[in-house]
Nanobody, 122 residues
């Protein structure tokens, strides 16, 4: 399984970015997918998750109402739309695949992308 994340960059406070993660090497449509982030000096933390059957989503409280996770199974891609960005959202964002049901810990996911850096300037 390979995951390729992209879409990071520099944005001003209040701006938006959309991250993408393309998966290969398996049956994407059967995987629970997630986004995590690692802020400077912090541990990797859960951001959002999307189910494989009903596309049910779940978000960390810190991003709820601002971020939207979605997926396109025909393109083997999961997205993270990030709106109303804040300086504290600055982090390396990672996509993760093949998590267990209700998984929000990094250890619960089998596969990881390389990360994409999001920098939000004040």
């Amino acid at each position: 399984v390979q995951l390729q994340a992209s879409g990071g960059g520099l944005v001003q406070t209040g701006g938006s970015l959309r991250l993408s993660c393309v998966a290969s090497g398996g049956i994407f449509r059967t995987w629970i997918m997630a986004w995590f982030r690692q802020r400077p000096g912090k541990e990797r933390e859960f951001v959002a998750r999307i189910g494989w059957r009903d596309f049910k989503t779940y978000y960390a409280d810190s991003v709820k109402g601002r971020y939207t996770i979605s997926r396109d199974n025909d393109k083997n891609t999961v997205y993270l739309q990030m709106n109303s960005l804040k300086p504290e959202d600055t982090a390396v964002y990672y996509c993760a695949a093949r998590g267990s049901w209700s998984a929000i810990r990094p250890v619960d996911y089998n596969d990881w992308g390389q990360g994409t850096l999001v920098t939000v300037s004040s």
